[in-house]
């Protein structure tokens, strides 16, 4: 079982609900998925169209909720985006991004972890979202940050763990769960991540814009699955020679 | 009496309440956040609350994101 603070989650993924093509594909999606945690973003109300609510969609019984402060530029904009997520959903859990630049939408560090440090201190369980970076992973975790999120490759791009070394070493000194959020675009990828050691993964694009997101949603549950099971069953140890899988003895007859 | 909602100016009545701006947009008071000049407004002041002129009211909700 995962757990984070006090909540323990029997899925290892964690899903968006960002660019399905409908409500109802979303929440079949999600359930083939297996999702328990889903993110969702803060918006201005679209009074052209007044009856467009998530909320009213998403079976709150059956997910938790963790607002993003996804389109915050710096501290103050994600305390802000806090603020408002906690009023409206009645939930101080918090996926904390800070993104600067629309280009790249790589998470700023600095004001990642000063907002990180503001907000544990008015109680939200703050999960942030951060560059592969080991040594910015112990800064949050030292600011009481409940998880690290490092990035598998940028947001949306489905490029899969480009910072795959970076990402073992914040496996190996995190004292808090490390959930690999980002560019994770095959379910191959979210297995990499798991069997790394990786406590759980995130992902939105990669089902949301599959041709049959339910189907891809269930790929994903069952490769989260396949590759904790793996990382638990404890790898085999990989070299760079050949190493024979039949017995070497025994082959006298053929001299 | 004019305000800014969500961005945008809207003509409203003098003495218009939070709860009755709401009602007026149709929206459902439990599904979404107000802000009053960039103050959270608790629901428990929407009947009371008057919206004064040129107030600057946004209205949030969740949406689907990542």
Redesign the interface.
């Known amino acids: 079982m995962l757990k984070i603070a006090d909540k323990t989650f029997r899925s290892r993924l964690f899903g968006g609900t960002g660019k399905f093509s409908s409500s109802a594909v979303m929440n079949e999606a999600l359930a083939s998925s297996g999702a328990e945690m889903v993110t969702v973003a803060l918006r201005r109300v679209d009074l052209e169209d007044p009856d467009d609510d998530i909320m009213s969609v998403l079976d709150r019984e059956r997910y938790w909720f963790l607002p993003n402060t996804a389109g915050a530029r710096n501290a103050e904009e994600a305390i802000r985006l806090a603020h408002l997520a906690r009023a409206v959903g009645g939930t101080n859990w918090l996926k904390l991004e800070v993104t600067p630049d629309p280009r790249t939408l790589l998470p700023d560090p600095v004001e990642t972890l000063k907002a990180t440090e503001i907000l544990v201190k008015e109680g939200f369980i703050v999960l942030p979202y951060m560059n592969a970076d080991p040594i910015l992973s112990l800064r949050l975790q030292d600011a009481g940050a409940a998880t690290v999120m490092p990035l598998g490759a940028p947001i949306g791009t489905n490029q899969g763990i480009l910072m795959r070394s970076m990402i073992e070493i914040i496996i190996e000194q995190a004292q808090v769960p490390v959930v690999v959020d980002a560019g994770l675009g095959a379910p191959s990828h979210a297995a990499a991540a798991m069997e790394m050691g990786a406590d759980a993964v995130l992902v939105n694009t990669a089902i949301a814009v599959a041709g049959d997101p339910v189907a891809m949603g269930r790929a994903f549950g069952l490769a989260v699955e396949a590759g904790r099971m793996a990382y638990e069953a404890v790898l085999g140890a990989s070299g760079k020679h050949a190493a024979p899988s039949s017995p070497e003895v025994g082959l006298e007859f053929l001299k | 009496m004019i305000i800014s909602?969500?961005?945008?100016e809207r003509h409203l009545q003098a003495g218009t309440t939070v709860t009755g701006l709401l009602a007026e947009?149709?929206?459902?008071p439990?599904?979404?956040?107000v802000?009053c000049n960039?103050t959270?407004i608790d629901p428990k002041e929407y009947d009371a609350l008057v919206l004064p002129e040129d107030a600057q009211v946004?209205?949030?909700?969740?949406?689907?994101?990542?």
């Open positions: 909602c969500n961005g945008r947009l149709q929206l459902n439990q599904t979404v956040v802000e960039k959270i946004e209205l949030i909700r969740f949406v689907g994101g990542g």
